[in-house]
């Protein structure tokens, strides 16, 4: 089995493309979300669905930058932890 960080040199690790929650609430958001994109586009006009869209990239876009943080800190923390850890390993007893 291959090591994580072989696997990560690899390119076999890569959270942004792999995760992807399957509960039914995540998938029931999805398709509401894409059905009320649909409903604006026919309701609105042109340049004014254009204006959603933008909003939407843009909101993504934050939702990007954000993911980027979370998985930032979290690795902080876990690698933290495990330094901890060895720490308290290594430490004499007695």
């Known amino acids: 089995m291959d090591r994580a960080i072989e696997k ?12 992807l929650p399957q509960d039914p609430e995540y998938i029931r958001a999805i398709r509401r979300q894409c059905e009320l994109a649909d409903q604006l586009e026919e309701r609105l006009k042109d340049e004014d669905y254009k204006l959603v869209e933008e909003m939407c990239d843009s909101e993504a876009e934050v939702q990007d930058k954000q993911a980027i943080e979370f998985f930032r800190r979290g690795l902080s923390l876990g690698l933290s932890l495990m330094r901890e850890v060895q720490d308290c390993l290594e430490m004499p007893t007695g």
Request: hydrophobic content about 50%; proline content about 8%; glycine content about 8%.
């Open 8 to 19: 990560l040199f690899n390119g076999m690790i890569y959270p942004a493309e792999q995760v």
